[in-house]
Structures are given as C-alpha cells and as structure tokens.
C-alpha cells in the first residue's frame, strides 16, 4: 500500500498548482484551476481513479478547470453509473449546477457538499479529513455573522444536494442562482489525518512459533488468538508489531491579510503548537501546503506563527508568479518540444520566445570545462609548492648524507691498515653466508608456485561469485545517482529559500534595527510541478524527486531527438540549394546542347555528302577530273569562297542559339517575376483583411498534450484584436505565445465571438475576460474608463456568466450579447456605441449551422475580402453561399473519411467535405483544424494540394507567411513522427 501527495503544474500564468491525493485505487483532487485535465494526459496521474474534489474557495484560481474535467470523466465513466463528490465553502452547489448546464455533464452522479461550519467532511478506514472555515473580516457582514453563530441553535455544519442531469431538481436549482448575492467570502482548509496502521507481521517468529497456515494468519490480522494443534496458543502480539503512528498533513489558502488574523486565532492549530508548557505533548505535522502570495509570506505575523510549529514539519508554499509574464518553469512539456520542432522547420511560422527556444550548445560540458580548469589550475599549484619543498627537503638531506658518509670512509680505511688479518677472515664468513641464503630463496620460490597453482581453482570460483556481485553492484551505482540528484534538488531547493531571504532583505540583520528580522524555519521549500510527498510505507516517508529525475531524462532524450531534426533539416536545406543549383546548370546545359547540335548537322551534312560522292565516284569520275583541274589551277579563288560560307553558317548558328538562350531565360525569369508580383499583390490585398491569425488551440472535445481545445486569435489592425471562439486554456496559450507582449495585445482584444455552448469553445471567456480587467487595473490605478470587450455568443454563456460572478465577485464590467443581435448589423453599428467598435468591418454575416442548438458559423467582410470560419458543423450551402470568393476559409474537420459514421452521429465535417466545401466556395487559402484527439499521431498529406494548410497550435499566419502553410503541411507530420 502507498500514499502520497503530490504537487499538479506550476503557479504561473499558464497554470496554478494543485495538489493530488493518491492511494493505490483512489485520487482525491485539492483544486481545480484551467489545464488540470491536460496536465492529467501529460503525466498520466490516473485521474480515472478520482472519487473526490475539494475546493478551498470559489473564485477563477479555483474552479476554471472543473467543467472541462467533469465533462471529461462523465465521458469515460458513462457506463460505470459511479458517484463524484465536490466539498466546497458556501455556493458550491449553485456553482456546479451551472456548469454542469453548460458543459452537458454526464455519467457520474455528483454528490455536492456545501461546508458551513468546521467538522470531519469524509471519514474512511485508513484517513479522515476535517474541514476548518475562514471568513473574510474585511466583508460587512462579517459582524452580523459573529452574532448569529452567538445566537444561533442551528448545528447545521454542511448542505448536500445530489445532481443528476436526468432529474429536473437540476433546473430549480440552477434557477436560484439568480437570487444569491455574495457578501461573505470564505476559504476552507483542510487537514487530513491518518489512523493508526497495523504493526509488521513477523514471518521468523510465525516460523518459530508454528504458524504457517493462511488461515491462521488471516486470523491474527483481525486480532483474534490462534490455538495450534500442539495447544499454544498465539496471540497478535507475539507475531505483529506495535501500531504505526503517520503524521497528518494541512493544506492552507489564504488570498489576502483579511484572512490572516482568522487563521492564526484558529483553535484547531492549538493542540500541534508548540509553547514552553507544551513542547513535549504537543503532536507535529508532516507537512503543511500554503496557496498564499508573496506579501502575505512578507508578512511577521504569519512567519512567526509558521514557526511555533515543530522542527520537523516541513513547509511548502505555492506562491503565484506574475500572471502577465512568461513563465521559465514549463507545465506541458509534450507541447513545448512539438513547439521547437515546429520552430525547426520553420521558425517564422511557428515564432517561440527566447525563454522557451531550447540552446543546443550543452551547458554542462561547458560549466564541466570550467570546473575542470579550474581544478587543474588548483592542482598545478599546490603541486609546484610541493614540489619546491620535496627539493629543499632532499637537497638538505644530500648535503648531510655526504657528510656523514666521507666521516665513516675515513673510518674504514683507518680501521683496515691497522687489521687486515681479521678482514678477511670476516669477508669469506659472510660469502659462505650469501650462498645458503640463495639456496633457501630457490627451495621458497618452488613452494610458492604449488601454492599458486592451487589457489587458481579458487580464485576462478570467487571470480564468478563476484561477477554475480558486480551486477547488484551496477543496480546500486544507478541508485546512487538518483540519490546524488535528489541532494541536488534539495540543495537548490533551499537555495531559492535563501535566496528569497536575500531579496526580501531578511538576511542580514541590521544594528540600528531594535526588531529582529523573522525568517522562515529551516523546513521551508517552494513547490514544484512533480514533487511528492510519501506518507506510507514508513520507509519511504518524507520528499521524492523520482518523477522529476524521470521529466530531466526525457528532456535529455526529446532533446537528443530534436538535434537529429536539426541536422537532418540543415542537410535537408543543403540538398535544397543543391536542386537550385542543379535547375541553373541545367538551363546552361541545354543552350550547349543547343550549340552542339548545330555543329553535329554540319558534321552529318558533310558525311552525307562525302557518302553521295563515294557512290556516284564511277559517275562522276570525268567530273572530278575537271574539278580537281580547275581547283589546282584556282586554289586561292576556291579557298576565299569556303572561308566565307563558313563564315556565314556560323553567324547564323549564334543568332539562333541566342535567341534559344534569350527565351529560356526570359520564361524562367518572367515565372519568378509573376510569383513575387503575385505574393506581393496578395500580400497588400491580404494586409487591409488582417495582420497575423494565431491558432490558440486546434483539437477537439477534450484537450490533448499537444493540442489545445478551440481558439482563434486575429489581429485585424495595430490596435483592433478579436478572438473567434475561448476553450479552457486559451489565455495560457496567448502567454506562451506573445509572452511580456501580452499587455499590449490583451488591451487591445475588443472583440469576442463564440460560435456555440460546447465546453471546448467558451470555459477560458471568463479567465480571459478576468486577466483583462486585472491588467487595465494594475496599469491605469482605476476602472473607471475601462471599456470591457464585447462578447457576442449564445444566451446561456450569458447567464452562465452572469450566475458566476455573482459567486465570485470578479468582474466589474462586462458586455455579453445574443447572437441575434448581429442580424441588423448596420442599424446597430450607427445608433449604439457599444458595437462602434465593430466599424472596421463592412459587413459580419453568422450562417446557422447543423450542429447543436444554436451553432453558427461566421463571415467577417473587411474592404472587399472575406475571412470565413466555420465553428463546429456539417457542410451547408448557406456558409459556401455567405463566404463565395473568400480569401481565407478555416474549416472544422474533426474526423477523417474512416469515422464518416461518427461525423454523422456527431453532426461534424470530415477533411473530404472540407476540401469539398473551399472548392464549391472558391477559396483561395484553407486552413484545416478542429482535429479529434484520435489522430494525434496521423499524417493528412494525402489531402493537402497547393493553398490547403493543417493548423497546429500557436502557429501564425501572416499575409507573407500563408504561402509556405501548403509546402510545409504536406511533409510536416513525417518529420515530426519520425523524430
């Protein structure tokens, strides 16, 4: 059995990060922000296993991803009939009601919970969880609610309402939305703590004791006696250990210092607060998450309270980064390789921002270098100072050596003219000596070779023995480096801590400075996308970085990949620029194939007129007589009159020749000239329709890992941007893609359409509508000439809109429209200046289409041109009528000719009749997206001609660059399989 929590995405502007409990067979989900179910697919976290959402607020942070992701599993688990539940703070069920109406919920019954007051929400044999309610004391009637809990007999601690779509309860409940007016917000925090496990069942004692049957195991896990046939009797306690005690864990959001004072005169902290009377009876925490920002984190009160917990709690904040710059910390990796492979092929059409754009200059072997000359600069040092006093030292010891040697030479020759009788006797003993030491050196040496011999038996067993241990050995080497990369991320890990200290001024404490400077306790970490955290086994308690240690080495792999794809596109160009050279040499070629042919019909009249004299020689034989006469005897007239013919048969060769040579070049010139003229008119036309279209999102239904859910974001002029359809994720995208130029871009979004109420069209308006509003805040100071954009779709977005923002307090100003309204576009552009805005167009046609209630299609007509896109639908004769001779048609083609059945089912278009429908509209350029996640992976160069293009993710077409979509299409998805 395992447990463990783990950290979902980033806390960026891209995603926000959640938190995933997981067992064996459950997953419980703390928070729900846009991209939850992308990154789901990106990581396979199992999100199939999900029995429970918890919510901690009801603001965009929280919820934006839900729809989507409840959309999704009532997708998968249509035929299981299982439950869901969602735990919230108050107005969590109105909030779910809506967008289940508008996301089509289906297959699970959803269990809703509204906390009202602090209790145990969800108790289980292994783990319970308890709910705690923070009120905001900035809200008025935070007073008023003080009183009522005083006065109030009521111990009503949750609602609970079950939602299914095929009852009618879900529409009265949807309808009481439009009475709640949110005054008192609240955020909920969540402790879960866990029972105690079973002791270690002992297998050697069971062994020794006599119990090996199943059976009787079975019964001392209940805890039951065993009575063996011997008579013992066992108890649990003579086989199982003692009960293991896990620490629980916290998960905390605070939004604003309103909060603060609440949490930390929360009373149900007290008993793991740590205080002089208490430290050894108070219990401790595991860990402790935090949703907070960064002024909170500045505050002293909150580190101060941070720090009365025990030392051994560890603390994990999920601070939020500025939302409106481009995050360094990537969420989807799948997309940002698909990205750079893009980028690859054609870096102008597929533009990435420098923070995203892989470097293929290896850092490590440069940082590896450094260290290494650095290190063998040390070394040179601290060996040439050895080395100096290794030679003082020996030149000292020579000089003495010399000395004490001449003093005993001196010695011996005094010693041997006084004896010599006695010297030579000593001389022949110690001869006779050396012979006997030689002889017993031989008799040793043969010994050893014995013994050699027998140990070679021995070594060879101990080698195999060995090579057994060598293998063991490779698999714990391989565990050692995974240890020694998870001491690196721990040491980079509190680096940023210490880091943070230093920005913050927390560091260094200042003399004059009578306060003294509160830091954060040494147990502090910031979250990270992939962290874990293991509960049980008991072995494995505490951080694990397998999974991020996992994503490096996959970034290591992709990024291999794309360096093959970089060489074979860089030879790929070669062989290119080789074929125009190639073409050249052939033109040339031919106009000296043209000349030699000239000179090859000289050749050949002259050896037909040689063969008619060799054949008419008996003929003709006076003749020649004569001729030969007449030539001896006028040779210089003869040879004037062959140098001029010559002369003239070659002038006229040349004049032909050139002029062969003149239309060839003026045919090969005049075809790039009409291309270039052609691109050049088309660019000028296509520059008064548009600047750039940007494709936020190309799949459909469901978000895959490369491809987005629906979004088309154009700019029309410098300051005029419109957005054709919203999905869930669409505002991530747009960061991605324009990164710190979002601000400029977003403020001048003035125009939304939706084309219908799927999900996959319109869950990101209100994060995009949001991000809008936060932006022209933070710049201007005020809302007070703030205009919203205007946003045209179907009715219910509207109510839809309307019920969530009375929740969440989050709009100010927003304009949202019905589609019927555009029907008198003329009327409303000249007598309301809410539409004013719309006058860059000349005419915006919406053509119904066969799809779901309410689904249209659009033409937008800007100075004589016409820019079409389709929505969601089956081919109809009103769209191919409304945008006849359009400049640019895009198209839906969700399936391919194999899934017609499913295009029929569906009420969708395949590539076929897409190419049908530009065809019958005389389109000049189609652009295919709406693909089903089904084809991820497939290639559609068979359908592509000239002027057709697949659209991909944040691809942007320009007038200039729309005449490369058609070439690049038709080889694109090869490459990209292949590397």
């Known amino acids: 059995m395992r447990i463990w929590l783990e950290i979902v995405g980033n806390s960026n502007g891209v995603t926000n990060s959640s938190l995933l409990l997981c067992f064996d067979k459950r997953r419980f989900l703390f928070n729900c922000d846009e991209g939850i179910h992308r990154l789901s697919k990106e990581y396979k976290l199992g999100f199939s296993k999900l029995k429970g959402i918890f919510l901690t607020r009801i603001t965009q942070t929280q919820i934006s991803g839900l729809g989507n992701l409840l959309f999704s599993l009532g997708i998968q688990s249509s035929k299981k009939n299982t439950n869901m539940h969602i735990y919230g703070p108050q107005h969590t069920i109105p909030m779910t009601t809506s967008l289940c109406e508008v996301t089509s919920h289906r297959g699970h019954k959803l269990i809703i919970h509204e906390q009202?007051?602090?209790?145990?929400?969800?108790?289980?044999?292994?783990?319970?969880?308890?709910?705690?309610?923070?009120?905001?004391?900035?809200?008025?009637?935070?007073?008023?609610?003080?009183?009522?809990?005083?006065?109030?007999?009521?111990?009503?601690?949750?609602?609970?309402?079950?939602?299914?779509?095929?009852?009618?309860?879900?529409?009265?409940?949807?309808?009481?939305?439009?009475?709640?007016?949110?005054?008192?917000?609240?955020?909920?925090?969540?402790?879960?703590?866990?029972?105690?496990?079973?002791?270690?069942?002992?297998?050697?004692?069971?062994?020794?004791?006599?119990?090996?049957?199943?059976?009787?195991?079975?019964?001392?896990?209940?805890?039951?006696?065993?009575?063996?046939?011997?008579?013992?009797?066992?108890?649990?306690?003579?086989?199982?250990?003692?009960?293991?005690?896990?620490?629980?864990?916290?998960?905390?959001?605070?939004?604003?210092?309103?909060?603060?004072?609440?949490l930390i005169e929360c009373k149900e902290f007290d008993p793991f607060i740590r205080t002089k009377e208490n430290k050894q009876i108070a219990k401790e925490f595991s860990s402790m998450f935090y949703w907070i920002n960064n002024e909170i984190l500045l505050d002293d009160r909150f580190r101060e309270w941070i720090i009365k917990f025990g030392p051994k709690t560890k603390?994990?904040?999920?601070?939020?980064?500025?939302?409106?710059?481009?995050?360094?910390?990537?969420?989807?990796?799948?997309?940002?390789?698909?990205?750079?492979?893009l980028n690859l092929i054609d870096s102008k059409l597929f533009p990435i921002n420098k923070k995203h754009l892989i470097n293929f200059e290896e850092e490590k072997t440069i940082n590896e270098k450094k260290i290494l000359t650095k290190n063998n600069n040390e070394n040179e040092n601290e060996n040439g100072n050895e080395n100096e006093n290794v030679k003082i030292y020996k030149n000292k010891n020579k000089n003495k050596d010399e000395n004490k040697n001449e003093n005993k030479n001196k010695n011996k020759k005094q010693y041997v003219s006084e004896n010599k009788g006695q010297v030579e006797e000593e001389e022949e003993e110690e001869e006779k000596e050396m012979i006997d030491l030689n002889n017993k050196k031989d008799f040793q040496l043969e010994e050893k070779n014995e013994q050699e011999n027998e140990n070679k038996n021995e070594?060879?067993?101990?080698?195999?023995?060995?090579?057994?241990?060598?293998?063991?050995?490779?698999?714990?080497?391989?565990?050692?480096?995974?240890?020694?990369?998870?001491?690196?991320?721990?040491?980079?890990?509190?680096?940023?801590?210490?880091?943070?200290?230093?920005?913050?001024?927390?560091?260094?404490e200042n003399e004059n400075s009578k306060k003294k400077k509160i830091k954060l306790p040494t147990e502090s970490y910031?979250?990270?996308?992939?962290?874990r955290f293991y509960f049980i086994p008991i072995k494995q308690f505490g951080f694990d970085f397998t999974q991020v240690i996992k994503m490096e080495h996959q970034y290591e792999i992709q990024k291999n990949g794309l360096a093959a794809l970089k060489i074979f596109l860089n030879d790929y160009e070669n062989v290119k620029k080789n074929e125009i050279t190639n073409e050249k040499k052939v033109l040339t070629e031919n106009n000296k194939n043209n000349e030699n042919e000239n000179e090859n019909v000289k050749i050949y009249k002259n050896k037909n007129y040689k063969k008619n004299e060799n054949e008419n020689e008996n003929e003709n034989e006076n003749e020649n007589k004569n001729k030969k006469q007449y030539e001896s005897e006028n040779k210089d007239l003869m040879e004037e009159k062959k140098g001029e013919e010559e002369e003239e048969e070659e002038r006229c060769n040349k004049v032909v020749i050139n002029k062969i040579h003149e239309n060839n070049n003026n045919i090969y010139l005049n075809n790039e000239k009409n291309k270039n003229n052609f691109q050049k008119n088309n660019t000028k036309k296509l520059e008064k329709l548009f600047q750039e279209i940007v494709f936020l999102g190309t799949g459909s239904g469901v978000p895959s890992t490369i491809r987005n859910v629906s979004g088309i974001f154009i700019r029309i002029t410098k300051k005029f941007n419109i957005l054709l359809d919203c999905g869930?994720?669409?505002?991530?995208?747009?960061?991605?893609?324009?990164?710190?130029?979002?601000?400029?871009?977003?403020?001048?979004?003035?125009?939304?359409?939706?084309?219908?109420?799927?999900?996959?069209?319109?869950?990101?308006?209100?994060?995009?509508?949001?991000?809008?509003?936060?932006?022209?805040?933070?710049?201007?100071?005020?809302l007070d000439d703030y205009k919203s954009p205007l946003v045209i779709g179907p009715a219910i977005?509207?109510?839809?809109?309307?019920?969530?923002?009375?929740?969440?307090?989050?709009?100010?100003?927003?304009?949202?429209?019905?589609?019927?309204?555009l029907n008198n576009f003329k009327e409303i552009i000249n007598n309301d200046q809410n539409f004013a805005?719309?006058?860059?167009?000349?005419?915006?046609?919406?053509?119904?289409?066969?799809?779901?209630?309410?689904?249209?299609?659009?033409?937008?007509?800007?100075?004589?041109?016409?820019?079409?896109?389709?929505?969601?639908?089956?081919?109809?004769?009103?769209l191919i009528s409304a945008g006849m001779n359009s400049q640019i048609l895009i198209h839906e083609s969700t399936f391919n000719e194999s899934n017609q059945q499913l295009a029929l089912k569906y009420n969708h278009s395949t590539i076929k009749e897409a190419l049908e429908v530009s065809k019958n509209m005389n389109a000049k350029w189609l652009i295919l997206t709406h693909f089903s996640p089904r084809y991820q992976k497939k290639d559609f160069s068979q359908f592509l001609k000239e002027n057709i293009g697949l659209a991909f993710d944040l691809i942007s077409i320009t007038p200039k660059s729309i005449t490369r979509v058609d070439k690049i299409s038709q080889t694109l998805h090869q490459l990209l399989n292949d590397f």
């Open 116 to 262: 009202l007051k602090s209790d145990i929400i969800l108790q289980e044999k292994l783990f319970r969880i308890r709910s705690i309610v923070l009120r905001d004391r900035k809200m008025e009637n935070y007073k008023d609610n003080n009183k009522e809990k005083e006065n109030s007999t009521i111990n009503q601690t949750q609602k609970v309402c079950t939602l299914d779509l095929e009852n009618s309860s879900k529409n009265l409940q949807a309808k009481s939305i439009e009475n709640i007016q949110n005054k008192d917000r609240k955020s909920l925090i969540y402790i879960v703590q866990f029972n105690q496990l079973k002791g270690r069942f002992n297998s050697e004692k069971a062994k020794q004791l006599g119990l090996t049957e199943n059976r009787d195991i079975k019964i001392i896990y209940r805890g039951e006696n065993v009575t063996l046939k011997n008579g013992n009797i066992i108890k649990p306690t003579d086989v199982i250990g003692p009960k293991i005690d896990v620490p629980p864990f916290a998960i905390i959001d605070i939004p604003e210092h309103s909060f603060l004072n609440e």
């Open 315 to 341: 603390h994990i904040f999920l601070n939020k980064q500025n939302e409106f710059q481009l995050p360094t910390n990537i969420s989807f990796r799948s997309s940002f390789f698909y990205r750079n492979k």
């Open 837 to 878: 805005i719309l006058k860059k167009f000349q005419q915006i046609i919406q053509v119904p289409m066969l799809h779901a209630n309410h689904s249209y299609g659009i033409v937008l007509i800007r100075n004589d041109m016409k820019l079409v896109y389709s929505g969601d639908g089956m081919p109809t004769k009103e």
């Open 797 to 821: 977005i509207r109510k839809f809109i309307n019920s969530i923002n009375r929740i969440t307090n989050e709009l100010t100003i927003f304009e949202i429209y019905d589609h019927e309204i």
């Open 728 to 782: 869930e994720g669409s505002y991530g995208q747009l960061l991605t893609f324009y990164g710190d130029k979002i601000k400029k871009h977003l403020l001048n979004l003035k125009f939304i359409w939706i084309s219908h109420l799927h999900a996959d069209h319109h869950l990101g308006l209100m994060k995009m509508l949001k991000m809008r509003e936060t932006l022209y805040l933070n710049q201007f100071g005020s």
């Open 526 to 531: 910031f979250g990270k996308n992939q962290m």
């Open 459 to 508: 070594t060879q067993k101990e080698q195999e023995k060995k090579g057994k241990k060598q293998k063991t050995k490779k698999t714990n080497s391989g565990i050692e480096k995974n240890n020694e990369r998870v001491m690196e991320i721990t040491k980079t890990l509190q680096q940023e801590i210490k880091n943070w200290h230093k920005v913050n001024q927390l560091d260094d």
